[in-house]
Nanobody
Framework: QVQLVESGGGLVQPGGSLRLSCEAS????????IGWFRQAPGKERERVSC???????DYADSVKDRFTVSRDNNKNAVYLQMNSLKAEDTAIYYC?????????????WGQGTQVTVSS
């Protein structure tokens, strides 16, 4: 059974940092692209990043140079390090698995973790 579980969200002040975790089970991380998405109230879901094994990570312009994706293959986990957080980053963050090592065809999703950036 494929499962993705996000954690690490919370309340942080502007300029602060958070690290989100996405723990995966039921598949090997090195065979599929992994994406981070976010959705704020009243807004469309936005792709934050897409990571492909042995290719690298693409970031949305809104988070470039502030967010960094990493992975731990031994733990089968993907992390989203978020620095210099802004109020506009407030959203529910989701990780997702693609059907291949391409950044499309997202087929499995976690339950989401809330990130709130506020003073």
């Amino acid at each position: 059974q494929v499962q993705l579980v996000e954690s690490g969200g919370g309340l942080v002040q502007p300029g602060g940092s958070l690290r989100l975790s996405c723990e995966a089970s039921g598949f090997a991380l090195d065979s599929y692209a992994i994406g981070w998405f976010r959705q704020a109230p009243g807004k469309e879901r936005e792709r934050v990043s897409c990571s492909r094994y042995y290719v690298g990570t693409d970031y949305a312009d809104s988070v470039k140079d502030r967010f960094t994706v990493s992975r731990d293959n031994n733990k089968n986990a993907v992390y989203l390090q978020m620095n210099s957080l802004k109020a506009e980053d407030t959203a529910i963050y989701y990780c997702a698995r693609a059907g291949s090592n391409r950044c499309s065809g997202w087929r499995d999703w976690g339950q989401g973790t809330q990130v709130t950036v506020s003073s």
